[in-house]
Nanobody, 119 residues
């Protein structure tokens, strides 16, 4: 079993920055892909970015490219999401998730952290 705990959400003005953290514990594996998803009010949850635990390769959706950066700290077993130049449309609950490399489904989810960007 793997536990994911997000933190770092909050209220920020448009153009500001936040850094989210996802603490990973339990039976972790270097074969995991760690991802961030978000869900805005009244909308479906959407994928934002991922990083492979083993080699740190990353992928971003177009709407956050150049503004968000995902990283991981193997020593601290933590995944980060640095969010810069935030926009009101980034307002959502942000979730950390983990799956095995090559798997279609995510096996583990965090409880989410609220990010609110005011205009």
């Amino acid at each position: 079993q793997v536990q994911l705990v997000e933190s770092g959400g909050g209220l920020v003005q448009a153009g500001g920055s936040l850094r989210l953290s996802c603490a990973v514990s339990g039976r972790t594996s270097s074969n995991y892909v760690m991802s961030w998803f978000r869900q805005a009010p009244g909308k479906e949850r959407e994928f934002v970015t991922h990083i492979t635990w083993r080699d740190g390769s990353t992928y971003y959706v177009d709407s956050v490219k150049g503004r968000f950066t995902i990283s991981r700290d193997k020593v601290k077993s933590t995944v980060y999401l640095q969010m810069n130049s935030l926009k009101p449309e980034d307002t959502a609950v942000y979730y950390c998730a983990a799956k095995f490399t090559g798997s279609r489904n995510y096996d583990y989810w965090g409880q989410g952290t609220q990010v609110t960007v005011s205009s």
